[in-house]
């Protein structure tokens, strides 16, 4: 291939910046490990993953709540059980994999988050492109999914080797909009950070991301009905794909979308309501007591830390360093007031974005980064959904390239920001009172990242106010 100049689709500098910030932070934090660690095995303490014992536990989690019967936990003689804090439908998951061998759910979700990531470069990124373009893109983002998957323990040199491929692609002299937006791309979000993260610990943002890519994917293609039904057995399953509905496009047969989905999250949530093992007023008690212990030991203490990406955990780890050592207090105090703030800016955005009739990506991007930084506690493994948002964002800068100096500036620090925001951020470790808690540089770094795309994506968006978006 012949390196393109003037024939580079509009959008391919931004892609280009995308590429490189993911492959250049994600090097840096894989030297990191080695010249901390003496190894590139991630598992470690401090490395990029959690430890191996700890591998797929929140499924295995949810598989045991289901199947007990009483999955928020009970009240008994002998003491108080707590389950896991997610909506009923999640436990439909886990009931109907709790009737497969062990292998069987695994091998479901990696395949279908690795079909996932392929479909979103593939159909939803590069939609006006050739066949060959969209098969290449999709094979590529689906094999550097699997690859990363069968590759957990060495994932940090895996990640190192595909960092180089994509870095040798911009710069090794075969520099072109189909390698980079085919191969670079997809190969830089299979193995991305937070896909990786999502598939060691199996929890099931894996199936809320599927389920919105396919939502995505169907809305593109005229199916509103059929996606609607798919969006509400992601509501179902984890509540906040809630504030995503905000992303519709499509004015005409809004209202019976709303109903379809809304109808199927009410339905499956009937379903794992029907299967447990609680009248309705041990549910309801049920489920406050797990509420109320996840926030005591995942929000308030320390539990929840390792690996966050919520700016509700910086704070703490900087009230820590500078030397307010009671930290339980502090966060006690600082959680009364967050968790209300937080709903009001949440909503607050969402109305924004609406009232303002942003792009669909924006909306979608915006909220995506408020529900990652702004909740008192999120995962690694809730930035996947920035991968569904950052692919709407390419597609529509392919149909509506940037026009003016400014945007194009914008679009160049959009995408250098997401490309950070979906990079390993675990240059050091941290020190904590508490020396069993894996801390990292991520948790402190990952927050500001996400709050940058937010900002940079609510910016872009309204310079395409004057655009008619219907």
């Not at 937070?194 to 809320?208: E, G, H, K, M, Y």
């Not at 009248?279 to 797990?290: G, K, M, Y």
């Not at 669909?360 to 909220?367: A, D, I, Q, T, Y």
Request: aromatic share 10%; proline share 5%.
């Amino acid at each position: 291939m012949t390196r393109q100049t003037t024939a580079e689709p509009r959008p391919f500098a931004a892609v280009r910046a995308l590429v490189l910030t993911m492959a250049g932070v994600s090097l840096l934090a894989c030297l990191s490990v080695w010249f901390r660690l003496h190894t590139f095995n991630g598992t470690l303490f401090g490395g990029l993953l959690f430890d191996p014992g700890m591998r797929f536990s929140d499924l295995r989690d949810i598989i045991n709540a289901a199947t007990s019967g009483i999955p928020y936990g009970a009240e008994t003689v002998t003491g108080t059980t707590y389950g896991p804090t997610y909506p009923p439908g999640a436990f439909v998951i886990g009931e109907i994999f709790s009737h497969f061998p062990s292998t069987f759910p695994k091998l479901i979700l990696v395949s279908l988050t690795a079909a996932a990531v392929g479909a979103l470069f593939g159909l939803v990124m590069l939609r006006t492109e050739d066949t060959r373009r969209r098969i290449l893109a999709f094979a590529t983002g689906t094999a550097a999914t699997l690859l990363g998957a069968l590759t957990l323990d060495v994932y940090t040199l895996v990640l190192a080797i595909g960092s180089l491929v994509a870095i040798l692609i911009l710069f090794g002299g075969w520099q072109s909009w189909p390698l980079t937006a085919c191969v670079a791309l997809p190969l830089m979000g299979g193995l991305s950070f937070p896909v990786v993260f999502a598939i060691d610990r199996l929890n099931l943002d894996l199936v809320v991301f599927q389920l919105m890519a396919l939502t995505v994917i169907l809305l593109n293609s005229r199916h509103g009905k059929l996606a609607a039904g798919v969006f509400g057995a992601a509501m179902a399953i984890k509540a906040y794909p809630v504030y995503f509905a905000v992303a519709d496009p499509h004015r005409h047969g809004r209202w019976a979308r709303i109903t379809i989905a809304g109808g199927t999250a009410i339905i499956l949530t009937l379903v794992a309501v029907t299967n447990m093992n609680y009248t309705p007023q041990e549910l309801i008690a049920a489920f406050q007591r797990s509420s109320i212990y996840f926030q005591q030991h995942y929000v308030i203490a320390s539990e929840g830390m390792g690996y966050g990406a919520s700016l509700f955990i910086a704070a703490k780890i900087i009230s820590l360093k500078l030397g307010n050592e009671a930290s339980v207090a502090f966060a006690t105090h600082l959680y009364s007031l967050w968790k209300f703030a937080v709903l009001i800016v949440t909503l607050g955005l969402a109305m924004i974005v609406m009232v303002l009739r942003l792009p669909p990506w924006c909306r979608l991007m915006v909220m995506v980064c408020a529900l990652i930084s702004l909740a008192p506690s999120s995962g690694a493994y809730r930035g996947t959904m920035l991968l569904v948002a950052l692919a709407m964002w390419l597609a529509e800068s392919s149909r509506r390239p940037s026009n003016t100096r400014a945007t194009i500036v914008i679009d160049l620090m959009l995408a250098v920001m997401l490309g950070a925001a979906l990079s390993p951020l675990t240059f050091a470790q941290i020190p904590w009172f508490e020396p069993t808690v894996n801390l990292t540089s991520y948790s402190l770094i990952a927050p500001f990242a996400v709050l940058g795309v937010l900002a940079l994506a609510l910016l872009r968006g309204l310079s395409d106010r004057r655009r008619p978006l219907y």
